[in-house]
Each structure stands twice: as structure tokens, then as C-alpha cells.
């Protein structure tokens, strides 16, 4: 016999499944969940007993115990595990929802992409997503999508958002390698910005990674020039304006990997190389404008 689980109930579980992934895997306690779900402390205790005598939930006692979920919380909600999920992005209105992550993305009626509506279940508070907002989510993990569209309703009961989606795509199967610039252009640690500003003009490209003794250190880009030229220090060495921050890939990461990566290091750029050895790179403008829709562009 399937289990009826209260509106209450449900949001304790989704609750105490989004804390304890986050926290990834310490016991989770009733006030965190009463926070998360903007309920009574109390009322989350009173529930959790109803939640432990069915087998839902776990009690750890001690001074750092708490609650955690049980592998029946997980299939009655049809939930992956935390150590089998892959985390979906949600960006709601241009921001990133850290807590959010999709579970499930279902089209009831696909026969009309440009009109048609997704189901999207959600692992995190829901009820930070209202209807009109405008939501992106993916990249998914096996067919790499990516839908935009306007929030049209929401199932609290399901932990689900609707939404009337404007844009359906795939991310291409693409790798670094097949995009990159190459030969790598570099500059030195102690040119002075006028002249690596020239190479970089000279070349039409838009940085250069900074090397010191054969070791690259960081990268100058068009950007620290102009900060340069404001700040009257075209004189100085491109070491003392350059971002002391490189960040690699190899040439067979995929797109889709790229683009977290640049986001997950905050950096625009990426030195591709070959089993460790720099042979090029990329950058977030030609990843972005050149190889994925303008809509996804407009997110990242």
C-alpha cells in the first residue's frame, strides 16, 4: 500500500533530502528545516515522529545529531540518492539558485516545441519560484538540454514548476580541442603594458596567458589594458595588472564542462592543453556566441 504523506510532510522530506545533500550527508536539525520551510520549529518535531514511525526518516542522537533520510524517504519522493545525482542547474531571472537542483524534466505534449509546456521536479524550496518568473535549467547529464521558458504554474504537492517553454536545445557534442586558438600567444611577467598591450592588438585577440620561466602565472587581458590606460600605468610591468590565475582543461572536455568550469572558477578563460602541456585557448565569448543559441548566452 503506497503512503499518503500530508502536504506538511512532504516539505519536511524535500526539506531534510535539499539540507542533507547540501551538508552532504551530516545529520540535519529540526530548526534548519523549520527555516528552510518558514515553519514552527515544534511543528517540524511533532511531524518528524509521524516520519520516523513510517520508516521515512532517521533519528541520530548526540550533541551534533539530528535527522537524516532513509532510503524509503528517497523512492516514496522517487528522489535520487546523493551519491547517484547529478546536480541540474535552476537560474531564475538571470540568478543562479544554489539550492536548487532538477530531479525530473517531463514534456506532457512535445508535438509543439514552440508552444509546448515542461514538468520540472525540483530538489530545494520550490516556493522560491513564482509564476511569471523566467527559468533556465541544464545542462541535463545524459542528453545535455538545456529549457527556457516562463514559469505557469507550480505543484507545491510534487515539488514541480510548469512552465511554457520558449527554447529547447542541446548543448553540441563539441570538445575544446576542436575551438581553442592555436599556437598559444604569450607575453612576459616583466613586459610593460604598452607593449603587451600591442601584441594583443596587433594579434586581434582578446588576452594572453603571462608567462615566468617557461611557467605560465596568470593572464593579461584586453580588459586589465584599459583599467591600465585609466589608471595612467602603461608603464608598468604586466605582472602588477595581469589576474594571477590560470585555469586549465584538457582538449577533449566537452563544452557543456568548459562552461562550468568558467563559471565554477569565475574566469573567462581557459588554457587547453594536451596531457598537461598548454597548446591553446579558449575563451567564454567564443563558447558562448559562437556554439551555443543567443538565449543561452544571454544566461551564462
Do not use: W
Request: charged share 30%; glycine share 6%; hydrophobic share 40%.
Amino acid at each position: 500500500m503506497e503512503l499518503e504523506l500530508t502536504q506538511i510532510q512532504k516539505d519536511i522530506l524535500y526539506a531534510l533530502i535539499t539540507l542533507y545533500k547540501k551538508k552532504i550527508g551530516l545529520s540535519i536539525k529540526g530548526e534548519e528545516i523549520a527555516e528552510l520551510i518558514n515553519r514552527n520549529p515544534g511543528t517540524v518535531r511533532n511531524q518528524m515522529q509521524a516520519l520516523r514511525a513510517l520508516g521515512l526518516v532517521e533519528g541520530v542522537p548526540g550533541p551534533k545529531g539530528g535527522y537524516k533520510p532513509t532510503a524509503k524517504a528517497y523512492e516514496l519522493l522517487s528522489v535520487t540518492k546523493p551519491e547517484e545525482a547529478v546536480r541540474v542547474p535552476v537560474i531564475r531571472n538571470d540568478e543562479l539558485l544554489e539550492d536548487l537542483s532538477v530531479e525530473e524534466l517531463d514534456f506532457p505534449s512535445i508535438s509543439h516545441p514552440e508552444v509546448c509546456q515542461a514538468r520540472i521536479r525540483v530538489v530545494g524550496d520550490i516556493k522560491k519560484i513564482t509564476v511569471g518568473d523566467r527559468i533556465l535549467v541544464g545542462p541535463t547529464p545524459v542528453n545535455e538540454m538545456i529549457v527556457s521558458g516562463k514559469v505557469s504554474g507550480r505543484d507545491d504537492t510534487a515539488n514541480t514548476i510548469i512552465i511554457d517553454t520558449e527554447s529547447i536545445v542541446a548543448l553540441p557534442k563539441d570538445t575544446i580541442g576542436e575551438h581553442m586558438s592555436s599556437p598559444l600567444i604569450t607575453v612576459d611577467k616583466d613586459m610593460i603594458v604598452r607593449d603587451a598591450t600591442k601584441i594583443l592588438s596587433e594579434k586581434k585577440i582578446y588576452c594572453a596567458p603571462v608567462k615566468s620561466d617557461g611557467s605560465l602565472i596568470g593572464i593579461f587581458t584586453l580588459e586589465h589594458a584599459v583599467k591600465a590606460i585609466a589608471e595612467d600605468k602603461l608603464d608598468a610591468r604586466v605582472e602588477e595588472v595581469m589576474r594571477p590565475k590560470i585555469v586549465t582543461a584538457e582538449k577533449d572536455t566537452k563544452i557543456r564542462e568548459a562552461i562550468r568550469l568558467m563559471r565554477d572558477e569565475d574566469v573567462r578563460v581557459l588554457i587547453v592543453t594536451d596531457r598537461g602541456n598548454p597548446i591553446g585557448i579558449i575563451t567564454d565569448q567564443k563558447v558562448l556566441t559562437r556554439l551555443l543559441p543567443p538565449f543561452v548566452v544571454e544566461k551564462f
